[in-house]
């Protein structure tokens, strides 16, 4: 019998679990994370560590239900373009249809978007037989707005490539900016009206600081790293990610979906492991952070556990950063 989750406790137990996008589908709450699985492989910067080659879905009915694991929904091998590492997955419907954004290795080893399709958010899912194409990098995060458009939000660097993209082709050996340049920001592209492909080139989005001038790459505490996502409040575009190297979740507020965003604070402070993976939903009249830490392996970074917290916000919009730990 599945047990009731609880606040900063580990989702499941049977599986590592990391990256959650979670949704509200038909009344539910669905979860879409990656599954860590055991490796014997180098740990390094390029996450080699990450051996994820399939995709779980779970559910819930609310946030005091026990989970359900509707088991592997989606695996690489099913997938014609993709070679390895499928990470950090997002899941949206539309059409009718539900979708399931996923990147992977191709076959030379350059990561890319693919979508598989069901016509259940357990799924299974069927993967379209080719990538997204100009996609690249990692981590898509597909936000809808209220006039239906979708956007796909998308990037990570280091071993997510992101700066091997800085001339718009790929450039195996090509460096970030300085520290004193402007940092790297996220990619987001419209969708098609059948979720299949973009109908825009990718854009990079653009943070500012306080004062009006973009994030510099050096600035680590606050500049994009990874996951971003997106969800909108109070008739504001927030977007959230991770900064990577200082190992938090933080966010940036804007007036559009395509940006510019102006950088806030700080979500979610560092937690057990080196990455942070996270979306934000609202369900009936709360909002909730799901994210992930390494406390169920013990510390051991590339087998996670993924989590969730009540978030809340301030009068003015901000939001209340959360203890990831909290005295019991």
């Not at 492989?41 to 779970?58: C, R, T």
């Not at 099913?78 to 950090?88: E, K, T």
């Not at 790459?217 to 200082?246: I, Q, V």
């Amino acid at each position: 019998m599945p047990k009731q989750p609880k606040p900063h406790e580990p989702l499941v137990t049977h599986i590592y679990t990391a990256d959650p996008s979670a949704h509200v589908f038909e009344g539910r709450i669905y979860i879409y994370p990656s599954h860590d699985l055991d490796h014997d492989g180098p740990i390094n910067d390029n996450g080699d560590q990450y051996k994820m080659e399939d995709y779980h879905v779970l559910s819930m009915d609310d946030l005091n239900s026990p989970v359900t694991d509707h088991g592997e929904v989606l695996h690489v091998k099913d997938v014609p373009w993709a070679s390895c590492q499928m990470w950090a997955p997002d899941a949206a419907f539309k059409n009718g249809k539900y979708y399931l954004f996923f990147p992977a290795r191709d076959h030379e080893g350059i990561f890319r978007i693919g979508v598989a399709t069901s016509s259940s958010p357990a799924g299974p899912f069927k993967a379209e037989e080719q990538y997204i194409q100009g996609s690249f990098s990692i981590d898509p995060a597909v936000f809808i707005d209220e006039d239906e458009q979708a956007y796909m939000l998308f990037g990570g660097l280091w071993g997510g490539q992101l700066e091997k993209w800085q001339t718009g082709s790929y450039v195996e050996n090509a460096e970030g900016p300085a520290p004193d340049e402007p940092a790297l920001g996220p990619r987001i592209a419209k969708l098609s009206e059948d979720m299949l492909s973009m109908t825009t080139e990718a854009m990079e989005m653009v943070i500012l600081d306080q004062e009006g001038q973009p994030l510099t790459a050096g600035n680590e505490e606050c500049r994009y790293f990874e996951g971003p996502w997106m969800h909108k409040y109070n008739d504001k575009y927030y977007l959230s990610y991770s900064t990577g190297s200082t190992h938090k979740l933080v966010y940036a507020i804007g007036d559009s979906p395509m940006g510019p965003f102006t950088y806030q604070g700080t979500i979610l402070p560092p937690v057990m492991g080196w990455t942070t993976h996270h979306s934000i939903v609202q369900f009936e009249e709360k909002w909730y952070l799901f994210y992930h830490d390494c406390s169920l392996s013990g510390g051991v970074d590339y087998k996670r556990c993924v989590k969730f917290a009540e978030l809340t916000y301030n009068s003015d919009g901000t939001i209340r950063m959360i203890d990831p730990y909290p005295e019991k």
